[in-house]
T-cell receptor, first 120, second 113 residues
Framework: GAVVSQHPSWVICKSGTSVKIECRSLDFQATTMFWYRQFPKQSLMLMATSNEGSKATYEQGVEKDKFLINHASLTLSTLTVTSAHPEDSSFYIC????????????????FGAGSRLTVL | GENVEQHPSTLSVQEGDSAVIKCTYSDSASNYFPWYKQELGKRPQLIIDIRSNVGEKKDQRIAVTLNKTAKHFSLHITETQPEDSAVYFCAARRNTGGFKTIFGAGTRLFVKA
C-alpha cells in the first residue's frame, strides 16, 4: 500500500530557531499533501494544503509566514516552523492523497508517522 | 466553513459489546467519509470509508452508515475486543477544492476485558 515517510520523528529546539519537517510519498506521486497539527488528546487540525509547484493554501488562523510550506517535487513537501516558540510545541503530521485505494476508487489520505516538536 | 462534529468524546464498553460513534458534517458538498483509528503514539490508519452514493458499508466487525439528507454518519463496531481500544476519527471530504479532509474531534474508545 501507499507509504508516507515523515522526518524527523521528534525534534527539540531552542526558542527562536527554525525547524524543518519533511514529508515524502515513497511509492506514489502526490500533487497535493496536507499538514495537520495535533495537540495532546485532540483532533487533527488542518493547517494547510501543500500544492506541488505552487503556493500552499493555508487554513484560516494559520500564519503562512510562521509555517512555511514548500512542495518542490511530486514526492516531497516540507514544513518549516520559523522562529519557533514554546507555544509551537506540538505534533505535526503530514498526509498525502494516494490514488484509488479507497471506497469505489476514492483517493485515500495516508499519514506520515508525525513529528513531535518541543520548543524550549 | 466546513465542520465535523463527533460524539461521544469518550466511550467505554465491555469486551464483546458494540460501540457506536456518530458524526455530523456541515458541508453539503462533502461526498467521501473516511474513518481513521489512531493508537497511542501512532499515525492514524484508515479503517473504513464510504462514499455519498452509498448508505451503508460493512467490513467484518465494523460498519459505517450514512444519511446524506441529515448529514449524519456513524461507525459501528460489533463484538469489541481490547485491541479495538484507540482514538477514532471521522472525517468528511469534498472532491473539489484540493480534496482537503476535515476531521471530527475524535472518540477515545476503551474496551474493558
Amino acid at each position: 500500500g501507499a507509504v508516507v515517510s515523515q522526518h524527523p520523528s521528534w525534534v527539540i529546539c531552542k526558542s527562536g530557531t527554525s525547524v524543518k519537517i519533511e514529508c515524502r510519498s515513497l511509492d506514489f506521486q502526490a500533487t497535493t499533501m496536507f499538514w495537520y497539527r495535533q495537540f495532546p488528546k485532540q483532533s487533527l487540525m488542518l493547517m494547510a494544503t501543500s500544492n506541488e509547484g505552487s503556493k500552499a493554501t493555508y487554513e484560516q488562523g494559520v500564519e503562512k509566514d510562521k509555517f512555511l510550506i514548500n512542495h518542490a517535487s511530486l514526492t516531497l513537501s516540507t514544513l518549516t516552523v520559523t522562529s519557533a516558540h514554546p507555544e509551537d510545541s506540538s505534533f505535526y503530521i503530514c498526509s498525502a492523497s494516494s490514488p484509488g485505494q479507497g471506497s469505489a476508487g476514492a483517493n485515500v489520505l495516508t499519514f506520515g508517522a508525525g513529528s513531535r516538536l518541543t520548543v524550549l | 466553513g466546513e465542520n465535523v462534529e463527533q460524539h461521544p468524546s469518550t466511550l467505554s464498553v465491555q469486551e464483546g459489546d458494540s460501540a457506536v460513534i456518530k458524526c455530523t458534517y456541515s458541508d453539503s458538498a462533502s461526498n467521501y467519509f473516511p474513518w481513521y483509528k489512531q493508537e497511542l503514539g501512532k499515525r492514524p490508519q484508515l479503517i473504513i470509508d464510504i462514499r455519498s452514493n452509498v448508505g451503508e458499508k460493512k467490513d467484518q466487525r465494523i460498519a459505517v452508515t450514512l444519511n446524506k439528507t441529515a448529514k449524519h454518519f456513524s461507525l459501528h463496531i460489533t463484538e469489541t475486543q481490547p485491541e479495538d481500544s484507540a482514538v477514532y476519527f471521522c472525517a468528511a471530504r469534498r472532491n473539489t477544492g484540493g480534496f482537503k479532509t476535515i476531521f471530527g474531534a475524535g472518540t477515545r474508545l476503551f474496551v474493558k476485558a
